[in-house]
């Protein structure tokens, strides 16, 4: 995530950020870092009440399923935060490459993330996981 956002700033500095008004501007702003922080949060916080890793890097160490707050609505509610980040920053920077950001990071979380991470929960837990896939969305 944060090299993708270090490559939205460079690729904004390349180019005039648009014109966008200053209320829409910061109104779009505050409800993405809400959502930011509601997703972001929501999920290091469930994570950490299932007493289960937040660790993307070591699935195999999940502890259990986790269906309670947040991820009643998204089975990845810390990658919809970063995605929410991003496109916040993107906001930020007012420069129309920078949306392709947010894009990049939904896309390679998707392959290199996400995907894994489901077929190691699938492998370790079951039909409880599969259940899970079938009644909440990847996303949102």
Known sequence: MFFIAAAMWGAAKLQTPIAIEPHLRTGLML???VVALA???GGIITFRLAKT?????????????VTRGIY???RNPMYVGLTALLTNWA???ASPVALLG??????FTHRFQILPEERVMTAKFGSEYLAYMQRV???V
Not at 53 to 65: E, K, L, Y
């Open 31 to 33: 409800v993405l870092g």
């Open 39 to 41: 997703f972001g949060f």
């Open 53 to 65: 890793t937040i660790n993307p890097v070591q699935i195999d160490r999940a502890s259990r399923v």
């Open 72 to 74: 009643r609505l998204s």
């Open 91 to 93: 906001l930020f920077l």
């Open 102 to 107: 947010p894009i990049a990071f939904v896309l």
């Open 137 to 139: 969305r990847r996303w």
